[in-house]
């Protein structure tokens, strides 16, 4: 390849054969799941306005203050390209006036690319593919945010076949948040000459944040530090317990953790990670968590919601060889159709076929038969049709390898089921 050869951008995946048949599978899967939750789906647009991502995610994210791929300026408005999707659907409930439906909560799946700028390296892309759902209503109670709960595990599970992990933790209510902040900004004040600059900017903009670091100093000093637990009201601690209750009534394996910050600043009460309980050194497979104020903070009514999203290059990624397989959506050829003719007769036959719902490719007029037979072959085509020379047609059943001479009432009755 030429030096000067335009490649993918780092970070990137081209989607083309298996890796895209994987991906159309596993969609299936995810979105059936999230029927079963009474789903429906939307699609929100790939870029938004920019400050969307700065009120919702949160100016001391990561994701916000590094990793956001900005358009260039246009017009008189700054665009970005969506790094997750929660802003989005919060902003297109919003605009579309979904929040004065009588039916709450709503319930909402989602899959499509999003874009966050970071290092490329395994499982780390700076283009992936993120499955989620967002259940919005004036008040999550605890029946819609164990269903969110139940739903990603659920949906994990059945994407790579084997049992997972949750990781929880419970932020508390605005104000037992609040609370806690305070006590840890009072906590890590003394320490933050020693902390690193991301944890300087973390201390300014939201101390939570801190905990999340991963500098190995950093987290030494934050072992010392107060415990969510402790900050927690009596009502955020019944939802916590009752939350607890049903993992164990349900033997789904948790793992207390209040370490668990999450990477944005908009979630309160419940967050979770999900891993694999097999592979529990492989990176989060997905994440999710309650937020009471998003909506009001893009201008909305006082709503909250609660949702996840999973990383669906990982889950392909730590998918056993034969689930990766199962999955597998393969686009079978019902004909294939060689014409031998070369008149155009076989476009209008392949047409016929078509309406009654049949597949139907053709190989390029230069090849031979022996070439065209081994392409229907490796393209696994359930049939083959010659239009000879002569104008006669022949079918053969590709399993059975039987061929027989047939005409276009013939193939109307065979294919018309
Ligand atoms: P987040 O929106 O950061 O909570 O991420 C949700 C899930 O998306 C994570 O648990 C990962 O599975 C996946 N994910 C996050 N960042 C990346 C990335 N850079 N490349 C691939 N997958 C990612």
Redesign the pocket.
Known sequence: MADNQIKKPR?TTDYFGKEEEVLAGLEEVLMDESRLYGCQRVNPPVFEESRLFHRSVGESSD?VRKETFDLQRKGDKDYTLRP?FTAGVNRLVLENKLYASPDLPLRYAYMGK?F?Y?RPQS????E?Y?FGVEFLDRKVDLDCALDALLLSVNAVKKALGKPVKVLVNYLGSFQSRENYKKALAEYFRPHLSEMCDDCKNRFETNPLRILDCKVEKDREIAKGAPRIEDYLSDDDKAEYGAIISLLESLRIPYVKDDGLV???DYYTGLVW??YDLENPDF??????GKYASLMSDIGGPDFEGIGF???V???ILDMPHERVEAIRKIAKVDVFLIDLERKGKGCAIAERLRDLGMSVSMPSFGKGMGGCFKMADRIQAENVLILFEDGHLEIKDMKTREQKIIDEEGLVALFGR
């Open positions: 970070g994701i997750e999003v966050r970071e499982g780390r892309l700076r992936f993120q999450r990477g944005l990670e999900i990176p989060a497979l997905g994440g999710g999203s999973l990383g290059e990982r889950l």
